[in-house]
């Protein structure tokens, strides 16, 4: 169950998980019209979740937050539906703080975290696709058109993109690729942008240059990067250890601090380096050099990211989903 035209719906259809849409909306920050607006969508996409979890029947329903989570909890709640939230960030936002008094566990990736809900919480760690655990470099880059000779950037901003990261790197690209390839995952915002942009660049440089609008093999890419530009969502916690991916990491500064939060706790563990996303366009391309000239400063930051790699994650929810479905005992009704 997800937000309707949301990215989840997409990635289940690819993976051929039954997908249901339910109505959401945004309420902090809001304006008091869309706010009202959103409390009525979440209104009546909450009547949807209690039909939906009528007809499914669910032993435990698990939950990853975003505003959608709201009414699935409250549903959930009220047909004694165990359930368990996952909070990937090192902070939690506003929607998992609201439906944690309606959660049975919250399971989270640090034990830093744990202190934001009491007995609740249980510390899993993060949990990643099994083919970043045993992604293998040279064939990764093999799989994406990749040479073996020179360092390799994988610059990113998030399912949708972000705007000012593709603008800085499309701003340096040339002297960049004098000293790297660059795997390039601009999202649907700027694509039209970037696509002339590649175009116009010479033979030599063109075929150092990979830009994609999305690419669903993001594990070859994470596992043939050297070094990644990438805002601080809660993939990044896990997704960049998981292969020790040291990182420029640019917080989108409108995400209520979560992704400063999370970038500051890989940097403050070397694993890391934060530039604001109002210094990138002046900072990348010395910032990016900086490292790629820098070895020993690069396999510093590679092996501090890997050792905060939690390998066993997805099986210690499992493990938590397991146990808590089978201390259901009352009927949906």
């Known amino acids: 169950m997800g937000a309707a035209a949301g990215v989840e719906e997409e990635l289940a259809g690819r993976a051929g998980i039954p997908f249901r849409a ?12 869309p706010a009202l607006r959103s409390l009525w969508r979440m209104r009546r996409g909450a009547a949807r979740c209690r039909s939906i979890l ?14 959608v989570a709201a009414p699935v909890a409250w549903a959930a709640w009220r047909m004694r539906v165990p359930i368990l939230i996952y909070l990937p960030d090192v902070t939690p936002g506003q929607a998992i703080r609201l439906t944690s008094y309606l959660a049975t566990r919250v399971a989270v990736s640090f034990p830093e975290v744990a202190r934001y809900f ?5 510390v899993t760690g993060y949990p990643v696709r099994r083919e970043l ?11 994406l058109g990749l040479t073996a000779d020179l360092p ?25 690729l004098e000293r790297c390839q660059v795997v390039h995952v601009s999202g649907p915002l700027n694509w039209d942008e970037v696509a002339r942009a590649a175009a116009a660049l010479p033979a030599a440089a063109a075929g150092r240059y990979h830009p994609y609008p999305y690419l669903h093999e993001m594990p070859l890419a994470l596992a043939a990067a050297d070094l990644a530009v990438a ?14 991916l040291p990182a420029i990491l640019v917080p989108y500064p409108y995400s209520g601090q979560h992704q400063e939060a999370n970038a500051a706790y890989l940097a403050d563990r070397g694993a890391a380096l934060v530039v604001k996303d109002g210094e990138l366009a002046g900072r990348l391309v010395e910032t990016v050099l ?5 070895p020993e400063r690069m396999a510093a930051m590679a092996r501090a990211s890997r050792s905060l ?4 994650a997805a099986a210690n929810i499992a493990a938590q989903l397991r146990a808590l479905a089978g201390t259901r005992s009352q009927p949906t009704r």
Do not use: C, H, W
């Open 118 to 122: 009491g007995q609740k919480a249980v």
């Open 231 to 244: 805002r601080a969502g809660a993939a990044t916690l896990g997704e960049f250890p998981a292969v020790g």
């Open 309 to 312: 790699a939690q390998p066993a």
């Open 22 to 33: 339910i109505e959401t909306g945004q309420v902090r920050g809001q304006a008091l019209g």
């Open 54 to 67: 009528a007809d499914f029947r669910p032993d435990v329903v698990f939950l990853t937050g975003g505003y």
């Open 290 to 294: 900086g490292l790629l000239a820098a």
């Open 133 to 143: 655990l045993t992604a293998d470099r040279a064939a990764a880059r093999a799989a």
């Open 152 to 176: 390799v950037l994988l610059v990113m901003g998030g399912s949708r993109g972000a705007r000012s990261i593709n603008r800085a790197l499309l701003a340096g690209l040339s002297t960049l």
